[in-house]
């Protein structure tokens, strides 16, 4: 069973730049699809993005198209989810998994506690 860890979330203003990344220490993630899927308080889980193992392919929710953007290292063991121009509504715990959450939610196997991003002036 992965376990997943989130860092890199924060306080940013509108307009502004995260970088989350993903990690599992002990783990090989080259060998796995990751994904990103976020949850605000009150509201119903929303996939993000995704990443093939090797990179070859991504895919992205509507909402952040053209804003997030999804990568990784493998030889640093870990996955990013560089995200430009947050607005408001972006606001949400943001958690990795296995899988790809744009597809859905149900097949995920695993995912971590999640770190905060709040976007605000």
């Known amino acids: 069973q992965l376990r997943l860890v989130e860092s890199g979330g924060g306080l940013v203003q509108p307009g502004g730049s995260l970088r989350l990344s993903c990690t599992a220490p002990g783990f090989t993630l080259g060998y796995y699809v990751i994904g990103w899927f976020r949850q605000a308080p009150g509201k119903e889980r929303e996939g993000i993005a995704c990443?093939?193992?090797?990179?070859?392919?991504?895919n992205y929710a509507d909402p952040v198209k053209g804003r997030f953007t999804i990568s990784r290292d493998n030889s640093k063991n870990t996955v990013y989810l560089q995200m430009d121009s947050l607005k408001s509504e972006d606001t949400a715990v943001y958690h990795c998994?296995?899988?790809?959450?744009?597809?859905?939610?149900?097949?995920?196997?695993?995912w971590g506690q999640g770190t905060q991003v709040t976007v605000s002036s």
């Open positions: 990443i093939s193992s090797t990179s070859s392919n991504t």
């Open positions: 998994a296995q899988g790809c959450p744009v597809y859905g939610l149900a097949h995920l196997n695993s």
